[in-house]
């Protein structure tokens, strides 16, 4: 009984973050639009387009190394973009 109850807690949580990361990539993303950016903007921070694609749509959450950085171009409290 306790397991499945783990189990759950573990979904719970996976989940949770999964929607941070998704709000994460909102903001992102409304900050591009205003700002006028592509993905193609943020290679340089980001490294490669695939790595900038998978942060601005969500799939990969952004590195602790790269927050400051990516926060300054698209004008952000770094504090948004680190997962907490």
């Known amino acids: 009984m306790s ?3 783990q189990i759950e807690g573990d979904a719970v ?3 949770k973050a999964g929607m941070r990361q998704l ?3 909102g903001a992102i993303q409304k900050a591009m639009a205003k700002r ?3 993905n193609q903007d943020l290679v340089d921070i980001c490294g ?3 790595r900038a694609s998978e942060i601005v749509n969500g799939q990969r959450a952004v590195p602790k190394s790269m ?3 990516l926060a300054k171009r698209l004008r952000l409290p770094l504090r ?3 997962e907490t």
């Open 48 to 50: 490669s387009r695939g």
């Open 3 to 5: 397991g499945d109850i």
């Open 13 to 15: 949580a996976k989940f």
């Open 67 to 69: 927050a400051p950085a």
């Open 36 to 38: 006028g950016l592509r």
């Open 23 to 25: 709000e994460i990539a």
């Open 80 to 82: 948004l973009l680190i």
